[in-house]
């Protein structure tokens, strides 16, 4: 059944990929209590991993494009920890986002915001959160951008 959410990812032309799996010894989410904690996505699209350094191969916008699409995995993996239903998703608590960057590179937030708008635009005020965004010399795999979160669920 389409929800509230699923009608504005809809609306907005967004299609969530699969959650993706673990590529290691680790689960992709926990739920504990009304909390529910999703392991970090790293940035890939439709034609793989998007890698390179934000303030080198990559620039500012190109990063942000990174963490958004961080954004839609993890937004994938809550739908799959709520059964199929996002709506369930209360408010985005906390997002912790790494920037694989130069060390001279300043703009790690700015990268960040491509996944904080996300959640905004999807989930309006419920997707307001708080936040990290660090630089990182290097991230799994070579990627732009890795990013977990926070939910709390209705």
Known sequence: MS????????????????????AANYVPYVISGKMLY??????QGPDGLI?????????TAAG??????????????ARAACGGDLDRIARVVKLVGFVNSTPDF????????????????????????????VSAG????????EIEAIFELA
């Open 138 to 145: 290097s991230l799994p795999r070579g990627v732009a951008v």
């Open 38 to 43: 999703v392991s970090g996505q790293i940035s």
């Open 3 to 22: 929800g509230t959410i699923d009608s504005r990812l809809s609306a907005l032309g967004i299609e969530l990929p699969e959650a993706p799996m673990p």
């Open 64 to 77: 942000a494009e990174a963490a958004r699409r961080c954004a839609l995995s993890l937004i994938a993996q």
């Open 106 to 133: 300043i703009d790690q937030p700015v990268v960040v915001n491509g996944a904080s708008d996300l959640f905004v635009e999807i989930f309006g005020d419920a997707g307001r959160h708080a936040r990290s965004a």
């Open 51 to 59: 890698t390179g350094k934000v303030g080198d191969a990559l620039d």
